[in-house]
């Protein structure tokens, strides 16, 4: 009963187009009075514990360091020097596209960020070269989805703020996930454009490259020293979010010159802004998270899914449709704060680790940005596109299926994971 009146209160109240951080704390206040324990101080405690974390402090900074790039030029670099090297292949734009969102995804960790800045770029010049604009755009969105999955990611971040899991651990697991998404979008885009007419661009000569690479050097050496700084114990994931931010402050003031001292107020708004939706959310779902665990919802959870305890794969395959169904209703942030502490205990008691559920998790959330009616990057790349849902649909699904199918041989081969996670983490 408790679930259902947690469940149905949040959807009602979201159905009358209540923020979702609002609509938290009205289910959290009714599950209260269900339970007969209605209390504003605990209300209150939740919240404020909800946002007091170290670990939350890298959000700020990598939303910070998204913007900066936005800003100072980091982003025009980044696409020109994929063009440089794809541009004069049959479909290079669609190939420009697809590594422009892998290197993005390593800079900023923000998906509706990566398919926004990529989307006004590229969009406009792939329609220009002859290429279908819902392809295009379908493709842009596809690629967005890569940016929570490579690090940093912010909603790795919030995972493992609220399962215990480490972040460092969350980073490195996801880099050989993201590649692979990226080659299936490559793979799906050179089927799809075979028979296609665009316009191929002339090849760059070696000294044009060599240009391109120069200029976008110190872009791509971000990923690079964010990884290996991680992976050396240099700093701990909230470090690295600021040295992210200097980094993209100094490159973007001091190198590219592109990003001046009046621009800073601007930028410095726009990541308060997105950093107080976020952390709200993040507080919010804290006090959801504490009834969630009073009500006993994760013993009645482990009994209804008692009979797959033991049959790991099932599980997880289980609880991919569940993400995928509840990811076409709720954003990739309030699905993890909510989910997170429900599926934990089931994880833990069917032996899974936790990481690797964490990244299969968030692979599975991630499409949840890619499907109607909430959609978070669908709706962004259909605004910079001009485009309605419909026509985007008509060019995502070849994509998206692509994207399951990986988080579905993900599942299937744990390897492609735990792998490489021993490698980058040492151990």
């Not at 107020?265 to 006090?287: I, Q, S, W």
């Not at 709720?330 to 993890?336: Q, S, V």
């Not at 692979?363 to 709706?379: D, E, R, S």
Request: hydrophobic fraction near 60%.
């Amino acid at each position: 009963m408790s679930i259902a009146i947690f469940v149905g209160s949040l959807i009602a109240v979201m159905a009358l187009g209540v923020p979702i951080a609002f609509a938290l704390l009205v289910s959290s206040v009714g599950l209260m009075i269900y339970l007969d324990m209605f209390d504003s101080q605990i209300i209150a405690q939740n919240l404020v514990k909800g946002a007091d974390s170290f670990l939350l402090m890298a959000v700020p900074f990598f939303i910070l360091a998204g913007e900066l790039m936005n800003k100072g030029g980091i982003s025009t670099r980044i696409v020109n020097f994929a063009m440089a090297f794809f541009g004069h292949i049959r479909g290079g734009l669609g190939y420009v596209a697809i590594l422009a969102s892998v290197l993005f995804a390593g800079l900023s960790g923000s998906a509706v960020a990566d398919a926004a800045a990529l989307g006004a770029i590229l969009t406009p010049m792939m329609v220009k070269a002859g290429h279908d604009r819902n392809r295009s755009a379908g493709l842009i969105a596809a690629g967005g989805i890569i940016a929570p999955v490579i690090p940093p990611s912010i909603p790795m971040i919030i995972f493992g703020v609220s399962s215990g899991v480490s972040i460092t651990k969350l980073f490195m697991g996801g880099i050989v996930p993201g590649i692979l998404l990226g080659i299936g979008l490559m793979i799906t885009w050179w089927l799809a454009v075979r028979r296609d007419h665009a316009e191929v661009f002339p090849r760059k000569s070696a000294k044009e490259m060599w240009k391109a690479t120069r200029e976008a050097l110190w872009a791509l050496l971000l990923p690079v020293i964010i990884v290996g700084g991680l992976r050396g114990g240099v700093f701990t994931p909230t470090e690295a979010a600021v040295v992210a931010a200097f980094y993209a402050l100094f490159v973007g003031l001091v190198i590219y010159r592109e990003l001046k001292i009046k621009d800073l107020y601007d930028v410095l708004v726009a990541a308060a802004k997105t950093t107080n939706v976020v952390m709200f959310l993040v507080a919010a779902a804290m006090v959801s998270a504490w009834l969630i665990t009073v009500a006993n919802v994760p013993t009645t959870l482990m009994n209804i899914l008692q009979p797959l305890i033991e049959k790991q794969m099932l599980l997880l395959f289980a609880i991919l449709i569940l993400v995928l169904i509840i990811g076409t209703m709720l954003d990739l942030t309030p699905m993890i704060l909510i989910l997170t502490p429900v599926l934990m205990p089931v994880i833990k008691m069917s032996g899974i680790d936790p990481v690797y559920f964490g990244i299969v998790f968030i692979l599975a959330g991630c499409i949840g940005l890619l499907t109607p009616p909430v959609g978070t990057v669908l709706n962004v790349s259909c605004s910079v596109a001009k485009i309605n849902i419909e026509d985007i649909l008509k060019g995502i699904w070849p994509f998206l299926l692509v994207e399951v199918a990986v988080i579905v041989l993900v599942i299937l081969f744990p390897s492609i994971i735990t792998i490489p996670l021993q490698w980058f983490t040492g151990m």
